[in-house]
C-alpha cells in the first residue's frame, strides 16, 4: 500500500502529470508519423491518472482506484490515511 500511497499523494501526482506531458511532447514533436501519435494518446493515460487522481494499474496492484480511496484512514490502518 506503500507505492499506492506515494502515487496518491501530491507528488506521485505531479509526476504522473510530468510523465504524461513528456510522453505527448515526445510522440508530437519528436517522433514522426502513426507512432508519434500512438506514444502521444499513451501519454494521456498518465496525464489524466494524475490530474483526476485514480490508479490506472489499481486491478493489478490489488489497491483503490481512486486515489482518494488509498488516503482514507481504516481502523485496520490508521496510517494509510497520510498522503500529503
Do not use: Q, Y
Not at 500500500?1 to 496518491?8: E, I, P
Not at 507528488?11 to 504522473?16: N, S
Not at 489524466?48 to 481512486?66: D, E, Y
Amino acid at each position: 500500500m506503500g507505492f499506492a500511497a506515494f502515487m496518491a499523494g501530491w507528488f506521485g501526482r505531479a509526476v504522473r502529470i510530468a510523465a504524461g506531458l513528456a510522453l505527448i511532447g515526445i510522440g508530437l514533436f519528436r517522433v514522426n508519423g502513426t507512432r508519434g501519435i500512438a506514444i502521444a494518446v499513451v501519454g494521456l493515460v498518465p496525464l489524466l491518472a494524475g490530474a483526476f487522481n485514480v490508479c490506472a494499474l489499481a486491478p493489478l496492484l490489488h489497491v483503490p482506484f481512486k486515489g482518494a480511496e488509498v488516503c482514507m484512514p481504516t481502523s485496520a490502518s490508521p496510517a494509510a490515511g497520510d498522503c500529503r
